[in-house]
């Protein structure tokens, strides 16, 4: 863990960002916890906005979601704690696109919040088939999870974000 943690932290200094430490993350939590879809989303009042995606052609970058508003919104964005959706009955009442994520056969899912001055500043997603995640698969990727708070604070200055 602590490798993977100084390895990200020097990315921060290299050029090619975001996608130098972006494509770094998704490697680390690969072999940290696993996942079949990684996406990362920085806040943007009450909605999220998608940053990075390894599975573009489902989950685009630019995409928008009203999250603020929704239990999962109460939960990881003001509340500023993670979400673990251990079963396809967690992704249902987290997200209105349940039917998109089950029918790419992803039934589990892994919200981490990027938080800076308080504030969550973006959202850390990995999604896996059902039963994947359990309660120990929270903490590798939370600890690592200020080391994107640059590339959020970037992303959210760069689209003028609330």
Known sequence: MSDDLATLTALIEKPGQPETLFKAFEAATQRLVGHQLFTLLYVDGQEVARIYSNRPGEYPLSGRKTMGPTPWGKHVLEERKPYLGKDKAGIRWAFFDHELIESMGLGSVINIPAIYDGKVVGTINLLAPEHHYREEHVAP????????VPAFLAARAAAGAA
């Open 141 to 148: 990727v939370a600890q690592l999870a200020p080391v994107l």
